[in-house]
């Protein structure tokens, strides 16, 4: 392929990975974290990348939602607490 082929097709890439981005929460709010291999499929489908670019993509966002979702930890939560003790009000 000429220069001018491959940097289309570096594009479409990009593009096609943005998009796969932006449909994956969607995907994994319909069907579920425990179904990785159907939200795999799905986009795979919805954007024509390889199994291994998707199966990143899927397993990266699952991670990240897994971290939000996570309950705090005991220093966590104590240093939470602690921060509302705070006010912006002098003490006498």
């Not at 796969?20 to 499929?41: F, H, Y």
């Not at 991670?63 to 939560?77: G, N, Q």
């Amino acid at each position: 392929p000429s220069n001018f082929e491959m940097t289309k097709l570096r594009r479409m890439h990009g593009f096609q990975t943005e998009r796969a981005n932006e449909l994956i929460p969607g995907i994994v709010s319909r069907l579920g974290r425990d179904k990785k291999i159907q939200c795999i499929k799905e986009l795979r489908n919805e954007t024509g990348l390889g199994l291994k670019e998707t199966k990143d993509i899927v397993d990266a966002f699952i991670v990240k939602l897994e971290a939000a979702t996570a309950p705090l930890a005991d220093w966590e939560r104590d240093l939470l607490d602690g921060a509302s003790d705070y006010s912006d009000e002098p003490p006498f």
